[in-house]
C-alpha cells in the first residue's frame, strides 16, 4: 500500500484543498509508492497567509545564534536518520542508495551546518565619511519561493532552505513532484526542531500549478529555482514584472578538457566521474569530453572499458554505480538522442542501449552507461542538455581548439581541465564562459566559493555569502555628524 505524504503550512499537514492527488513513481520499479496533494494557487495563499503571520511573529525578532541553533538542530536529526532519508532519495530517484547516503544527505546536513556557522560569523559593512557614518544592515526579504528539482532533491531543497532560515525569511517549497519524499521528511524534522509554524511551509504539486502561483504571488518577494532552462526562461518571464529578487542555476552542458600531458588515469576516472555521477543527472555533470589529439586514442579506449564496467541495476545493491534515470519519460528522451548522434554520423563505442533486468526492475528506466565518438560541435548531441547517462569525446589539437568547442555551446555552468602544465590550467581556466571551472578534480566543492553560472546557465550565484545576501536585503544608514 502506498504512503500518503502532505502538504505542510502553518505547521499543519494537510491535503490540497481541491482534494487532488499525484502519483509518485518510483523510477527503479515503475511502481507507484505514494501519493502527493496536487496542490494549487488556493493551497499557495494559503501557505502565503501562514508565512506572512509567521514572519510578524516571534521568527523576526530571532537571533541569529537562535536561528543557527535551529540549524544545527535540523542537521543533527536529519543525520540521526540519515539511513532513513537516504532509502526515501533513492526510492523516489532511482539513484544507487549508496550514493545518497554518501553524497545527497551528508551534503544536506552539510548545508545546514554550514549556514549555522555562516550566520553567526556573519558581518555588514561600515562606511565612514568625515562628517558621517554609514552601516549597513541586513534584512530578510520576506518570504520566499524554492523551487527545486528532481535529481538532488533534499542536496538542493536545503542548500536554499538552510540560508533562507540563516537570515530570517519565511519560506513556501515547492520540491519537484517527481521527488517529494525528502522534502517532507524535512518538513516534519523543521517542525520538530521547534521552528514557528509557518516559518517553512512546504506545497506539493506540478510546476505549471503550483509552481507557477508562487512565481507570480506577489507577496512572495524572492524566488530561488533550480530547474531546466527553458523552466527558467519562464519563471524569469512570470516573475518580472512583481520585481522579485530571482536565483536562476538552470542547465549545463559541461566540458572536461583533458591535454596530452595530463595524468591519464587520473583523468579517464574524473572524467567518468564526471560523466555517469547520479545517472549523469547533475547540471555539473561533464557531457562533452574534449581529448587531445596525442591521447585521444588511448584516452577512449580505457574511458569506453571503464564506461562498459560500470554495474546498472538494483539501488539497492552496494555494487551499483548505475541507478535508474529519474522516469519512463526521461530515459526516453535519452534513448532518443542516441538515435540523434547516431543520424549525425556519431559512432556508440559503449551502451546506447536499456539493460535487461530482471524481477522488480524489468520495468524500471535504466540506460547503460552510453559513450558516442564521431560528433563535432555541429551536432546537436554535443550542443542539447541530455541530462543522462551519455557523454560524448570529442579531438582536439591544441588549446585555442580546446577552448573555441568548450564555448560554442549555449550553457556556461562548468567545466573541468585535466593538464599536468600549471600555465595550460591557468590560461585556458580563464578563458572558459563558465561560472566555475574544476582543474584535475571535478565537483570537489567548498561551501564558500560561489556557485552558478553564466549564459543560459542561470542568473545570481549561491553559496557562502553569495547566498546570504540572495535571501536578504541591505539597508544603508547614514546618521551624518558634522554639525558637531
Ligand atoms: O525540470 P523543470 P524537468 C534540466 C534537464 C531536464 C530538464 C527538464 O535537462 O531534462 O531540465 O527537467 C518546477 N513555474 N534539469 O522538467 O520542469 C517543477 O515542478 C514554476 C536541469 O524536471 O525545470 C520542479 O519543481 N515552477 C536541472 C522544478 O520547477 C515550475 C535539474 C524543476 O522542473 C514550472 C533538473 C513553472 N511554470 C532538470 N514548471 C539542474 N540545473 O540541475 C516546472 N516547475
Avoid at 19 to 29: E, Q, Y
Wanted: proline share 4%; charged share 20%.
Amino acid at each position: 500500500m502506498s504512503a500518503t505524504l502532505t502538504n505542510w503550512i502553518g505547521g499543519q499537514k494537510q491535503a490540497a484543498s481541491a482534494g487532488k492527488t499525484l502519483d509518485n513513481i518510483c523510477p527503479a520499479t515503475n511502481t507507484c509508492i505514494s501519493t502527493i496533494p496536487r496542490s494549487g494557487a488556493v493551497d499557495i495563499d494559503n501557505a502565503v497567509a501562514a508565512a506572512r503571520k509567521a514572519l510578524k511573529g516571534p521568527w523576526r525578532t530571532s537571533t541569529a545564534a537562535e536561528r543557527a541553533g535551529y540549524l544545527e538542530t535540523i542537521a543533527n536529526t536529519i543525520e540521526a536518520r540519515l539511513e532513513e532519508f537516504a532509502q526515501a532519495e533513492s526510492r523516489d530517484t532511482g539513484k544507487p542508495v549508496a550514493l545518497a547516503k554518501s553524497v545527497d544527505i551528508p551534503r544536506a546536513i552539510a548545508n545546514f551546518r554550514f549556514f549555522a556557522g555562516a550566520i553567526r560569523h556573519d558581518e555588514t559593512g561600515c562606511h565612514s565619511m568625515p562628517d558621517a557614518i554609514n552601516y549597513t544592515v541586513r534584512k530578510p526579504v520576506g518570504i520566499v519561493g524554492l523551487i527545486t528539482p528532481w535529481n538532488l532533491p533534499l542536496y538542493l531543497l536545503t542548500w536554499k532552505t538552510a540560508p533562507a532560515l540563516a537570515m530570517g525569511n519565511t519560506i513556501i517549497a515547492k520540491p519537484s513532484e517527481l521527488t517529494p519524499t525528502t522534502a517532507t521528511l524535512l518538513a516534519e524534522v523543521i517542525h520538530e526542531a521547534g521552528v514557528p509554524a509557518g516559518v517553512f511551509n512546504l506545497v506539493h504539486g506540478l510546476g505549471q500549478e503550483a509552481g507557477q502561483a508562487i512565481v507570480g504571488h506577489p507577496a512572495i518577494r524572492g524566488v530561488s529555482f533550480t530547474g531546466g532552462t527553458t523552466t527558467g526562461a519562464h519563471v524569469a518571464a512570470s516573475a518580472a514584472p512583481h520585481f522579485k529578487k530571482l536565483s536562476l542555476e538552470l542547465g549545463g552542458k559541461n566540458a572536461t578538457l583533458v591535454f596530452d600531458d595530463c595524468d591519464l588515469d587520473k583523468a579517464v576516472s574524473g572524467a567518468l566521474r564526471a560523466a555517469f555521477a547520479n545517472q549523469g543527472q547533475i547540471c555539473l555533470c561533464g557531457s562533452r569530453i574534449l581529448v587531445q589529439e596525442g591521447i585521444y586514442d588511448a584516452f577512449v579506449e580505457r574511458f569506453t572499458n571503464q564506461a562498459k564496467g560500470l554495474t546498472v541495476g538494483d539501488p539497492t545493491a552496494a555494487s551499483t554505480n548505475i541507478g535508474a534515470v529519474i522516469s519512463q519519460a526521461h530515459r526516453d528522451k535519452v534513448e532518443q538522442y542516441v538515435a540523434v548522434a547516431r543520424e549525425e554520423g556519431g559512432t556508440v563505442v559503449a551502451g546506447g542501449k536499456r539493460p535487461t533486468l530482471n524481477g522488480p526492475f524489468a520495468d524500471g528506466a535504466f540506460f547503460e552507461p552510453t559513450v558516442i565518438t564521431d560528433v563535432d560541435e555541429t551536432c546537436r548531441i554535443t550542443q542539447e542538455e541530455v541530462f543522462g547517462p551519455l557523454v560524448t569525446i570529442q579531438r582536439f589539437s591544441n588549446a585555442d581548439d580546446a577552448v573555441r568547442i568548450a564555448n560554442t555551446v549555449r550553457y556556461g555552468l562548468s567545466a573541468s581541465v585535466w593538464t599536468g602544465n600549471l600555465d595550460t590550467a591557468h590560461k585556458v581556466s580563464a578563458r572558459l564562459d563558465t561560472g566555475m571551472v574544476w582543474v584535475n578534480t571535478w565537483l570537489h566543492r567548498d561551501l564558500r566559493v560561489p556557485f552558478g553560472g553564466v549564459k543560459d546557465s542561470g542568473v545570481g550565484r549561491e553559496g557562502g555569502t553569495w547566498s546570504l545576501e540572495f535571501f536578504s536585503e541591505a539597508q544603508n544608514i547614514c546618521v551624518y555628524l558634522g554639525d558637531n
